[in-house]
């Protein structure tokens, strides 16, 4: 009978889970009880920008009673992208695998967390996606939405060389050690932009991408935060970065 004894199976990669919160009061709690249905292990990563209607005294009891939930709070509203940047560097700075990030008011629904992760044994950034087969939007998506979207995915592809089909979407999983890689200082959106110049920078450093349908449902609680001036800084941003990798400057 042999004495050598058995290898042990390497634990799983370390997964963080952000979620960027801004008046989600009613949705934060009912939200991390979600990921823990379907990502026991990982730990939830809350970063609240002072919301006015409590969400941060809600996440800080969240963190006080459940295991590996921590919370960021910040003076005021920031910004979507410099939030995700936050989750970035925390996920980098404490020794990660993976950063998963997805919003905070249930439009990304948990039980996609499984296939996102799964993704990640073949690729750098896996994206829940909309638009491959499979993906699509539950619930009422009215034509500017529609066109605000797919038309922000079509520019994003034509200025930065993307081939995803899902570029505007923040429901995705990073791999740290390639994020990494990236000089955060180089990344100017502040907003919705971020979505699109972050997988600008994920290509720069060689990421390799994959894409998982997910269904995009409409927040259960809560305002939408997106508006037009929004949406044109994106633009703007995006089309002076594609200038930019045109011009061999990026």
Known sequence: ?????????????????????????????PLVAGIRDFAPDASILIIDDNSPDGTGAIAERLAGTLKDVAVIHRAGKLGLGT?????????????????????????HPPRFIPAL???MAD???????RYVPGGGVE??????????????NMYARTFLG???????????CYRVSKLAQIDFTK????GYSFQEEILFWCRQVGCRFGETPILFENRRAGMSKINSREAAAALWI???????????RV
């Open 1 to 29: 009978m042999s004495n050598i004894p058995e290898a042990s199976a390497s634990p799983p990669p370390r997964l963080v889970i952000s979620l960027a919160t801004y008046n989600e009061a009613e949705n934060v709690e």
């Open 83 to 107: 939030a995700t940047l936050e989750a970035m560097a925390y996920a980098i700075r404490n020794g990660f695998d993976y950063l998963l990030n997805m919003d905070a008011d249930f439009s």
């Open 117 to 119: 992760r799964a993704g």
């Open 123 to 129: 690729h750098d950034v896996m994206i829940g996606s």
């Open 139 to 152: 619930g009422e998506f009215n034509l500017k939405r529609k066109f605000m979207s797919t038309g922000i």
């Open 162 to 172: 993307l081939k995803t089909r899902d570029n505007s979407g923040a429901f995705r």
């Open 187 to 190: 990344v100017r959106s502040r």
């Open 238 to 248: 995006i089309f002076r970065l594609g200038l930019g990798r045109l011009l061999g």
